[in-house]
């Protein structure tokens, strides 16, 4: 039997990453030179402390105050789409609170002031009668010059949201980066006995654009004869950003949680390899594959 389950926009990692593009600082640099926080110039730390402010305020143009006309997201955002996506997100999850600390900071040869920032993300929010808790952690890369961000990659992020009385407490092994055409594991393990409770549940995977990021996302959920979700994976044959998502019920609670993949370099061809690749992580046929995935 399958259960279909339609997550609503934002539902998914999106929410958490058009959300900390306008509170995390950072890009490039070499870390081996990067300055511990207390160091950092007064420039950077009022940057930070605005950031925050305005986004817990809800102040789309205050954030976009401190934007450069010609940011740039390792993602694919820019400003215009950045600033129109904070309009729609903000409208619809007003609860949510924002905290950015700087975990090491440089300045390059121009000037221009390179930082490392980690993200938490928290809040609840009732949305189509039911409540969620969002948790989302994201560390990032960003360039200020000029007091302006010009650029931001983001290096690592995990977003959980729970919804019902006893959500399932799922622990996540994922690695946040392999190399391109390497196997990988994806466990998604309920922490706590089951009972004689019936879990379903999927794991998805999606490619990171900028297009994708307010999309709706289509599920089929499916019985899990064990505590949780198993997969081996491939990655792709060539670099990419993907989100690797698990999303288990139970009939008394929700638990979504999403990891991010990057993928690096390029695959070396084998005879095993001499075919098309597939632009997606493409689990193997083992217990639990999902039957679906994003619309």
Known sequence: ???????????????????????????????????????????LKNALSQIDAAANRRDVQGVMQLYSPNFSNSDGLNRQNMEKALGQLWQRYPQLQYRTSLESWERDRTGAILAVTVTQITGTQAIDGRDWTFNSTIRSRQRLENQKIARQEILAERTQLTSGEKPPN??????????????????????????????????????????????????????????????????????????????LVRADGMTIVTQRLQVEGTARPTRQQNRPSNPRTRPTREQNRPSGGAS
């Open 170 to 247: 799922v622990e996540i092994k994922l690695p946040e980066t392999v190399r391109a055409g390497q196997d990988f594991t994806f466990d998604a393990v309920v922490r706590e006995p089951l009972g004689d409770d019936v879990l379903v549940g999927a794991a998805l995977q999606e490619s990171i654009t900028a297009q994708g990021y307010l999309n709706p996302t289509q599920v089929q959920l499916e019985p899990l004869a064990a505590g949780g979700i198993f997969k081996q994976g491939r990655a792709p044959n060539n670099a990419g950003k993907y989100w690797i998502s698990a999303v």
């Open 1 to 43: 039997m399958h259960y279909s389950l339609k997550l609503f926009p934002g539902a998914a990692p999106r929410l958490a990453i058009i959300l900390v593009t306008a509170l995390g600082l950072s890009t490039g640099g070499n870390s081996a030179l990067a300055a511990t926080p207390d160091t950092a110039p007064p420039e």
